[in-house]
């Protein structure tokens, strides 16, 4: 649902771009006195600057919060801990099945180039997210708190089939 919501918007406001270039291309041909022009229009600068100021914080304030960015200072070692090496293109881990309500530490790196690591639950809802760089390793702390299947996908393209690095992880019910 979510998603189809973001492509009409995205398709409506490409429509509405793409109407405003073809008016303006086919208008361009059109000689006309600028000065009344350019004070009519001038105008609306200021609030249209102010409106889209306003817009940004907004849209700032209310995405920044859900960023699934876990965070990472204070986190201490854990029990249960997965290798991830990321490859052109697909997924190693040493281990495919942990346990919820426990803390998972994903040792993330690459062996090539930089990959993104996003952990997605079966609706495609991102749980988390890291990054595989070569020669360093990341430390991402994530507690699973649903048992299921996750999805480990790419997020950073990363040449011709990086839509293909897709992983599973098993999350088992929690341990009584
Ligand atoms: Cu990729």
């Given at each position: 649902m979510k998603h189809e919501l973001i492509l009409f918007v995205s398709v409506f406001f490409i429509a509405v771009l793409t109407a405003v270039f073809v008016y303006v291309y086919f208008a361009s041909n059109k000689r006309r006195e600028f000065k009344p022009v350019k004070e009519k229009l001038y105008g609306y600068r200021p609030k249209l600057f102010t409106f889209l100021i306003l817009?940004?914080?907004?849209?700032?304030?209310?995405?920044?919060?859900?960023?699934?960015i876990a965070k990472q200072a204070g986190t201490k070692p854990v029990e249960q801990s997965i290798k991830v090496t990321g490859y052109q293109w697909y997924w190693v881990l040493d281990k495919t099945e942990v346990y919820a309500n426990e803390p998972?530490?994903?040792?993330?790196?690459?062996a090539d180039v930089n990959h993104g690591f996003g952990i997605y639950d079966e609706d495609l809802v991102m749980h988390t997210q890291g990054q595989a760089m070569p020669q360093y390793t990341n430390r991402l702390v994530h507690t699973f708190k649903k048992p299921g299947t996750y999805k480990l996908l790419c997020l950073e393209f990363c040449g011709i089939a990086h839509h293909n690095m897709v992983a599973a992880l098993t999350v088992l019910p929690a341990k009584e």
């Open positions: 817009m940004g914080f907004g849209v700032a304030v209310g995405t920044l919060f859900e960023f699934p998972v530490e994903f040792m993330i790196k690459s």
